[in-house]
C-alpha cells in the first residue's frame, strides 16, 4: 500500500493564480481531510468528506474547494492564490468514517505564494 | 467552534525524565482526543488517543489521562529518549471536525 500521497511536494505560485493540490489514498478510507499547517499555529482543518460525494467545510474554508467523486481521492484546489495562503498542507485518510480513528496523513505540500 | 489550549508550547527535558504536556478544550460534545508526533519535516503520526468515556489510557512509555469534568486532557511520557524529541499535537474532535493544539516542542538531552 501506498498510504496517503499527495502531489506535488513543493509549489510556488504567484497572487492570483489557482493550482489543485492532489490526495489519494489506497486503503479504501471513507473519511479524509485538508489541514494546513502555520508555524505556532498547530494543524487548522481546512475541507473534509465523509465519503464519497460528501463534503463539508472545517475552521478556515475561505479560499479552498474540495470535491470528492471518488473514494480515493480528495482535491484541493485554490482558486486565486493569496499570499495568506503560504503554509505547508496536508492531507489525510481514516478508517473511521467519522474519522475518529487515527488519520493518516500525506507527506504534505509546501506551498509559497508571491 | 471548538477551542484546544496546548502548554507549555517548548519543554526541554534530560533523558530519563519524564515529560507532561496539557491540553484544555472548550466544547463539552468533544468525544474523542488523539495525540500526534510531528518529527522536524516530516508527517504527524497519531501515537496515542481516548475517548470520552475512559479516564485513563497507556501504552508503554505514554498514557494519556481525561477530564471531562474539567476539560482538559495531559501526555505523559516516562523515561524519556532523545529519540522522544519533537513536537507533540493534540487534538479534540467532534461531530467529524477535528481541532488542534498550537503543539509542544519536546527536547530530550542526553
Known amino acids: 500500500n501506498a498510504g496517503v500521497t499527495q502531489t506535488p511536494k513543493f509549489q510556488v505560485l504567484k497572487t492570483g493564480q489557482s493550482m489543485t493540490l492532489q490526495c489519494a489514498q489506497d486503503?479504501?478510507?471513507?473519511?479524509m481531510s485538508w489541514y494546513r499547517q502555520d508555524p505556532g499555529m498547530g494543524l487548522r482543518l481546512i475541507h473534509y468528506?465523509?465519503?464519497?460525494?460528501?463534503?463539508d467545510q472545517g475552521e478556515v474554508p475561505n479560499g479552498y474547494n474540495v470535491s470528492r467523486s471518488t473514494t480515493e481521492d480528495f482535491p484541493l484546489r485554490l482558486l486565486s492564490a493569496a499570499p495568506s495562503q503560504t503554509s505547508v498542507y496536508f492531507c489525510?485518510?481514516?478508517?473511521?468514517?467519522?474519522?475518529?480513528?487515527?488519520?493518516?496523513f500525506g507527506p504534505g505540500t509546501r506551498l509559497t505564494v508571491l | 467552534g471548538e477551542n484546544v489550549e496546548q502548554h507549555p508550547s517548548t519543554l526541554s527535558v534530560q533523558e530519563g525524565d519524564s515529560a507532561v504536556i496539557k491540553c484544555t478544550y472548550s466544547?463539552?460534545?468533544?468525544?474523542?482526543f488523539p495525540w500526534y508526533k510531528q518529527e522536524l519535516g516530516k508527517r504527524p503520526q497519531l501515537i496515542i488517543d481516548?475517548?470520552?468515556?475512559?479516564g485513563e489510557k497507556k501504552d508503554q512509555r505514554i498514557a494519556v489521562t481525561l477530564n471531562k469534568t474539567a476539560k482538559h486532557f495531559s501526555l505523559h511520557i516516562t523515561e524519556t529518549q532523545p529519540e522522544d524529541s519533537a513536537v507533540y499535537f493534540c487534538?479534540?474532535?467532534?461531530?467529524?471536525?477535528?481541532?488542534f493544539g498550537s503543539g509542544t516542542k519536546l527536547n530530550v538531552k542526553p
Open positions: 487534538a479534540a474532535s467532534n461531530f467529524n471536525k477535528f481541532y
Open positions: 489525510a485518510s481514516s478508517y473511521v468514517a467519522s474519522g475518529e480513528g487515527e488519520q493518516f
Open positions: 481516548i475517548r470520552s468515556n475512559v
Open positions: 486503503m479504501n478510507h471513507e473519511y
Open positions: 466544547d463539552s460534545a468533544s468525544n474523542y
Open positions: 468528506s465523509v465519503g464519497a460525494g460528501i463534503t
